[in-house]
């Protein structure tokens, strides 16, 4: 048979069951109406409905309309011919066709094989009449006749055994419940869901189920059934009956394989495919229950989506690289109405897993989960499963647990962004600089970005101050579902050059690299890639000192006229006012000034400053001139403030000299540039009046001494401070707040806080290197710190000698500013 | 003033824009050529770019922005635009790009005859 291009190819999908109808589905979602004529063949004379529903419909809670997926008119409306009552039962490989019971034969280009499962039937003696049809009253749970037929006969019946305690068996015990007969589940082994829960569990699951009315009997191996034609009870191996007119048998499933095996496909225990759910037969495909994955069988739901996907990305070549690598087994059921969620291990095994559990048998409360290597290797919740949401997908996706496990059993309090992802609606702003929401990001994840950097870059979020960075971060492996691609450009210190901080820093040396433009010329083939400049510039500084060769271009706006931009391009002026102590002679200089230059605003600052806000560029060398005081730094990455409190000159608490430390450190420190900004305080007693504790570096006064606190922060991130050491004098605070400056500068990255430093570090090892000295490295940082306060030379100088003369240019008249800004000079 | 100038691909007004001297070699300087403010970017590889002045996005002045061989950084809110052709990078705005010619040292942005360095350009300050 000639195939042309015009010719669509024929698929047959045989069984119309969640598998059968779901594949079809997601061949359609991909366009898979061009490409082929579908015909699905169902054994039920029905359109295609929820097996997992079948309980409800057993207990009466659900009619069986409500349980449809699809209708006999969907397919009829997608185009699709569905042959339902009609069963395949011979593939004729080398004809690509098979024959049904309707006495058909039906070509294809395409088969999928979805047939299912059927119950399996455990050796019990007189379950059958002799024509192999079950006798009255015995029943198997699967269908939806099977759902009729078991709530027809419970009309007539008062007590019904359920053989298998596993799910099925709970499930139709719950149903016939419903009909008002007295219930009894017999269950083979030791406790009930054994594939589910671990024996704590199912003995608190029992007891919930016994408190409704159904009596439940375990390790009980049930030999026959008793009675004449009609059925009046059970035997038990160990000489026990039990009296019922009903029986249920739900103790399994057995793949329905026999059609791959009997026509030459490779068959185990099911019909065995491969990562793309190919059979041995590369034009059949196998999916759901059938099929055999990597030696498993499922018989879940989830896996049978994921699954599906695959096949249809598979046979509709809509993404050749898709590949089914098998599920985790994660389910979340009610059974009886006692919520249940089980997740994979459910008793640790190994001797690096540990277990986090809570028991309330009372209230039929158990939780547990096993955790390896801080992810979430399995778990139960049973009755209460409000936390199920995120560890399900904790499990799922791999993703690594807060460090606090509490949390992840019990809302305590706010809960962590982490605990919350999958209960996090889409709306919720995320980065809220950029106004990114979650929905935003996971959209990205899903577009195909599987890495933070260029989540980052496509979304911009964590692009603004960068905050939200760690949240975009975890939410980004949260949506990847633990896959994110490892871009190892995020290890790089600057993009554009292939290098860690220490391979760029030895590169640095070896070569000599001495300005940005020389290292990008020598690393990156002159490529010098804007956003990398200003990181790069403070790491050729603090490698270079006084070598270091000034590029401008280098800087970002705020370093290169010394002010802040604000966002109207105006700029924001911060004199230098140390300790926060001014003068009244001082504060009419900045008055006259505000007035002066039309500052739209003068603002005290967090910092203890003033800030004057509203000022043009071009007006910046004479507001400095003006004012006569140095800069405040209040625009750059560097030490920016020492605020204090009134201390021992005014304070009747006062224990120590706070406003002096303060002034002697803002007159040492002033103007270091660092990988962020580090800001300071000194309080006078541990009443801390100046917040020393939430700041970058803290002194605190205390009888007899200074304490001394690192890595605080009350911004964006909160985080006490780690008390570094305590000392008796200004002088050691000095000198141990320069060693701790000079670290950071040296081994911080590019925009770390000193908060994240000292958090990436430990205290222990920071006190281990600066003060036990234990890298012997302590002269040498407090001699490079001391070069640096030695080089400090204020930028607003810059006003009487500009470093270009279009520095301080006014917007649009560059060609007119030209020479005109030696501030000293002019006026 | 403005003078028509056949060296452009289509007729081009040709206005003068200061003196390459004025831009910091790896900067921008914004100038006004007519009643339109115009970002000029002198490389280090020695190119010169024009685009419009203020960043679509929030109005950030483009002049003032760190700038590599091909990109500049909106100083406000880090929004990138290609100095080719004005095209955002990683957004979807995009800021008008314009020809530029440096004669003995003088700089001239080229204007689409049609749409002369006179009309105030969108956003234009």
Partial sequence: MGRTEARKRKLLVIGNGMAGARTVEEILARGGAEQFDITVFGEEPYGNYNRILLSNVLSGTQDPSEIFLNSLNWYAEKGIELRAGVRADVIARPHKAIH?????????????????????????????????????????????????????????????????????????????????????????????????????????????????????????????????????????????????????????????????????????????????????????????????????????????????????????GTNPDATYQGSKLATKLKVMGVELVSMGVVEPDRENEDVVQFMEPRRGIYKKLVIRDGRLAGGIMLGDVSKAAYLMQAFDRDIRLPDEWLSLLFDTGAPTAEVTFAEMPDSVQICNCNGVSKGTIVRCVGGGKRSLKSVMETTRAGTGCGSCKTLVGELVEWACGGRVEDDPSVHYYVPDIPLTKTELVKAVRDRSLKSVSAVYQALADGKDEPAGKPGLASLLKIIWGDEYQDERDARFINDRVHANIQNDGTFSVVPRIYGGVTSPAELRRIADVAEKYHARMVKITGGQRIDILGIRKQDLPYVWRDLGMPSGHAYTKAFRTCKTCVGTDFCRYGLGDSVQLGIKIEKRFQGIESPHKMKLAASGCPRNCAEATVKDLGAVAVENGWQIYVGGAAGSTVRAGDLLATVKTHEEVLTLMGRFIQYYRENARYAERTYSFVQRLGIERVRAILIEDCEGEVARLDREVEAAVAAYRDPWLERSKPYEPTQFAEAGRVENHAGEFAADAVH | ???????????????????????????????????????????????????????????????????????????????????????????????????????????????PAGDGPHTVADGGA
């Fill in chain 1, 100 to 316: 049904c019971d309707d006495g058909n034969w039906y070509q294809y280009d395409n088969l999928i094989i979805a047939t299912g499962s059927r119950p399996s039937i455990p050796p019990i003696a007189a379950l059958r009449r002799a024509n192999g049809e079950f006798r009255p009253g015995i029943f198997v749970f699967r269908t939806l006749d099977d759902c009729h037929k078991i709530a027809e006969y419970a009309a007539k019946c008062r007590r019904a055994a359920v053989i298998g305690g596993g799910l099925l068996g709970l499930e139709a015990a719950r149903g016939l419940l419903n009909h008002g007969l007295a219930v009894h589940v017999v269950h083979l082994m030791g406790h009930l869901m054994e594939q589910q829960l671990d024996p704590q569990a199912a003995a608190i699951l029992r007891r919930t189920i016994e408190a409704m009315g159904i009596q439940v009997h375990l390790k009980k191996l049930t030999k026959a059934a008793l009675g004449d034609d009609q059925v009046t009870g059970l035997a038990f191996e160990d000489g026990a009956t039990l009296d019922c007119d009903m029986i249920v048998v739900a103790t399994g499933i057995t793949p329905n394989a026999e059609i791959g095996s009997r026509w030459g496909l490779v068959t185990e225990r099911a019909i065995v495919v491969d990562d793309h759910m190919r059979t041995s037969d590369p034009e059949i495909y196998a999916v759901g229950e059938c099929a055999q994955h990597r030696g498993r069988v499922y018989g879940l739901v989830a896996p049978l989506w994921e699954q599906t996907k695959v096949l249809a990305d598979q046979i509709t």
């Fill in chain 2, 1 to 111: 003033m403005p003078s028509t100038d056949s060296h452009g691909k289509e007729e081009s007004v040709w206005v003068p824009a200061g003196t390459i001297e004025q831009i910091p070699v790896g900067q921008g300087r914004c100038v006004l050529t007519g009643a339109r403010q115009i970002a000029l970017f002198r490389l280090r590889s020695g190119e010169v770019y024009a685009l419009d002045a203020v960043c679509p996005h929030r109005g950030g002045p483009l002049a003032e922005g760190l700038v590599g061989r091909e990109t500049v950084i909106c100083p406000l809110h880090a929004f990138k635009f290609s100095l080719r052709d004005g095209r955002g990078l990683d957004n979807d705005f995009s800021v008008k790009s314009y020809p530029v010619e440096l004669r003995d040292g003088n700089l001239f942005v080229g204007f």
